[in-house]
């Protein structure tokens, strides 16, 4: 593929179990070793070279599958935190803009389970931002904490041949109120077509329901099941495909093409706590 490429790609889990050498690329030590280096020391040219590979991958998947899956991007051990947020931030601002998470400005999170009793089921979403990247500090030490994916398309698809009226609603526009949390108010269709032409899918199942009842009124009984269908295709075995990220791998979701959630799981409180680095990036000329 090339970076004019855009596919709409339908797929499942097992489509995406049969190709996995298309959305998951693994760097070489050395390739690692120069993405981290300062150019001085690695030699600009190889480290450019070894940048530009790892961005047209990303764009790449991302254009395909809505997703794409980066191994040994950092060396798991005991890498202070701070230098590791410095290191990437550095080549996500290749990228686009990375862009605040919360009302306290915050470009970086370290997302973690204090108390170590374990995190609930978190269901399928779309972040605030063009692209979300996850970096695996840690995973959890006793299972869990999954990364869950599903095609925009592949839902669309689905819900498009079993009922029909039901995708009419979601096609129509929803009221999606952030402020609450330092976002904003917006108002899109949840399916929707994007200027490439590909489908696009925006989708927050508590803030939209929340949102009603504070712009209009309750939902309508057809919009509630539309909205129990949408759930109910989305964690479908047959939909969802679970992702679990070792130490050092990169995750980078569009957001407008994959939704995504999390597997519960069950923690350790201290250093083997589980730990996800978390950006936001909305794209533009760096």
């Known amino acids: 593929m090339s970076d004019d490429t855009v596919i709409d790609a339908s797929w499942d889990a097992a489509y995406l179990d049969s190709r996995r050498d298309q959305w998951s690329l693994e760097l070489s030590d050395e390739d690692r070793r120069l993405l981290w280096a300062d150019a001085p020391a690695g030699g600009r040219r190889a480290t450019d070279r070894v940048r530009e590979r790892l961005h047209a991958f990303v764009l790449d998947s991302t254009r395909a599958f809505g997703f794409a899956h980066v191994r040994n991007l950092a060396a798991p051990g005991p890498t202070g935190e701070r230098e590791i947020v410095a290191g990437l931030s550095a080549l996500l601002r290749e990228w686009g803009r990375i862009v605040p998470q919360n009302t306290r400005g915050d470009l970086a999170q370290v997302l973690r389970d204090r108390d170590g009793d374990g995190a609930t089921e978190l269901g399928f979403h779309c972040d605030a931002c063009d692209l979300l990247v996850l970096l695996c500090l840690q995973p959890a030490v006793h299972g869990g904490g ?84 949408l759930d109910e295709v989305l964690h479908r075995p ?8 070792a130490a050092g791998e990169l995750l980078v979701v569009r957001n407008s093409r994959a939704l995504h959630g999390r597997s519960p799981f069950t923690d350790q409180v201290g250093p083997r706590s589980r730990r996800m680095l978390r950006f936001w990036i909305d794209e533009e000329a760096a």
């Open 238 to 245: 047959q939909t969802a495909f679970d992702l679990r990220l």
């Open 146 to 229: 999954n990364t869950r994916l599903a095609s925009a398309r592949r839902v669309y698809d689905t819900i498009e041949r079993e009922r029909p009226a039901a995708l009419d609603h979601l096609c129509e526009p929803w009221t999606f109120d952030r402020s609450d949390r330092g976002g904003r108010v917006s108002v899109t269709p949840i399916f929707f077509t994007q200027p490439d032409g590909t489908l696009g899918c925006h989708y927050q199942p508590r803030t939209v329901r929340a949102s009603a009842e504070r712009h209009g009124g309750p939902l309508t009984a057809p919009q509630r099941q539309a909205l129990d269908l």
